[in-house]
């Protein structure tokens, strides 16, 4: 697929030309200042291709996380023999230490 670097001042004098040379001419548009790429303008097939991939690939990061997650897990239940963690007592706990804290806190 072609692409065809313009300025910003020409976008701005051409912009309807460049929609439909993007649009049904299947092409890409960079957009430049100074000369250095600043933006591009695509079809809309193409900015929905782009949009398919990325949240494919964000599925993809998902799913890698959540393996090593439960990874994790069955290595940490392994650990402690198969008994799970009381999240109350360690919360109770927790709790306690904050304020003991507090407390000298106060106290001092």
């Given at each position: 697929?072609?692409?065809t670097y313009?300025?910003?001042g020409q976008v701005k004098r051409d912009i309807s030309?460049?929609?439909n040379r993007v649009a049904y001419g299947d092409q890409r548009i960079v957009l430049t200042s100074r000369g250095k790429p600043k933006a591009a303008l695509i079809s809309i097939a193409d900015y929905q291709r782009l949009?398919?991939?990325q949240a494919g690939g964000d599925l993809v990061r998902w799913?890698?996380?959540l393996a090593a997650?439960?990874?994790l897990a069955a290595d940490i239940l392994a650990r402690r023999q198969?008994?799970?963690l009381d999240v109350?007592?360690?919360w109770q706990q927790a709790r306690a230490d904050q304020e003991a804290r507090d407390g000298q806190l106060v106290g001092a």
């Open positions: 697929m072609p692409e313009v300025s910003i030309d460049l929609v949009a398919q991939e799913q890698t996380w997650s439960e990874r198969g008994a799970p109350d007592q360690l």
